[in-house]
């Protein structure tokens, strides 16, 4: 099975908030960038939005690679 692809976020955020993601990302023994999956995956789990599987998200994005 072929590792699926990542895409690449970049976005600024409040310094204050950024330290409470690392400390946050350290109780659990997570990367940052993992702790941010686990929110938005948990985030849309609790308000019922579908995350569609990697290959689907790629089709619809209209990219081809």
């Known amino acids: 099975m072929a590792a699926s692809k990542t ?3 970049t976005f600024r955020i409040d ?3 950024k330290e409470a993601l690392r ?4 109780l659990e023994h997570r990367s940052i960038a993992n702790m941010v999956e ?4 948990d985030y849309c ?6 995350i569609p599987p990697s290959d689907e998200a790629e089709n619809n994005s209209g990219v081809r690679s």
């Open 7 to 9: 895409a690449t976020l």
């Open 15 to 17: 310094p204050a908030l």
């Open 23 to 26: 400390l946050a990302a350290n």
């Open 38 to 41: 686990v929110l938005i995956r």
């Open 45 to 50: 789990e609790q308000r019922g939005i579908e």
